[in-house]
T-cell receptor, first 113, second 113 residues
Framework: GESVGLHLPTLSVQEGDNSIINCAYS??????FIWYKQESGKGPQFIID?????DKRQGQRVTVLLNKTVKHLSLQIAATQPGDSAVYFC????????????FGAGTRLAVHP | ETGVTQSPTHLIKTRGQQVTLRCSSQ?????VSWYQQALGQGPQFIFQ???????GRGNFPPRFSGLQFPNYSSELNVNALELDDSALYLC????????????FGPGTRLTVL
């Protein structure tokens, strides 16, 4: 079936440490994956994306890794800051006429000073 | 460039009532998608509108319906409200049908009593 799930519901890190948030997806036909950050009372905010023909993509302080063999996605945040505290969602996009995002339940990242 | 806006911010209704939520897409975006996000969960795709027509639908009953207007703004209508309809309703716009990146609005928090 269609599902995108996350391994860890809550992740606590110290400020300055690196964070890794993991995600498993089930649809091998998906060709686009996105990480969103959602702060309390706000809509999801795009962080970084990756297409299925890539296995790594880097942004500013963030890196997304895609392992299609095991259908696994991860988000790495370098030098985590208090402003990174939020819920992070991975989403899988099924194309084919329209774009439907399938979200996981989310991982809450708590950054401690 | 104006981002995605939604109205109202919060809304309280009672069971059996009807509700209309509104969304203005980001400037230049012609595709709008609606998502329902229950508390503590990831967003669930309701449907997508392109050129004023629904062109994709998730697993939601017919009492969830929508409209898209010539200026690409959109409405989500829910009839015969149920308690389980209480959620954050998110609108997302994208540059065109098939464009991957979707930009989310802040959402409308609907409470059904």
């Amino acid at each position: 079936g269609e599902s995108v799930g996350l391994h860890l519901p809550t992740l606590s890190v110290q400020e300055g440490d690196n964070s890794i948030i993991n995600c498993a997806y089930s649809n091998s036909a998906s060709d686009y994956f996105i990480w969103y950050k959602q702060e309390s009372g706000k809509g999801p905010q795009f962080i970084i994306d990756i297409r299925s023909n890539m296995d790594k993509r880097q942004g500013q302080r963030v890196t997304v890794l895609l392992n299609k063999t095991v259908k696994h996605l991860s988000l790495q945040i370098a030098a985590t800051q208090p402003g990174d505290s939020a819920v992070y969602f991975c989403a899988e996009e099924l194309s084919g006429g329209y774009n439907k995002l399938i979200f996981g339940a989310g991982t809450r990242l708590a950054v401690h000073p | 460039e104006t981002g995605v806006t939604q109205s109202p911010t919060h809304l309280i209704k009672t069971r059996g009532q009807q509700v209309t939520l509104r969304c203005s897409s980001q400037s230049g975006h012609n595709t709008v998608s609606w998502y329902q996000q229950a508390l503590g969960q990831g967003p669930q795709f309701i449907f997508q509108y392109y050129r004023e027509e629904e062109n994709g639908r998730g697993n939601f009953p017919p009492r969830f319906s929508g409209l898209q207007f010539p200026n690409y703004s959109s409405e989500l209508n829910v009839n015969a409200l149920e308690l389980d309809d209480s959620a954050l309703y998110l609108c997302a716009s994208s540059l065109r049908q098939g464009a991957n990146e979707q930009f989310f609005g802040p959402g409308t928090r609907l409470t059904v009593l």
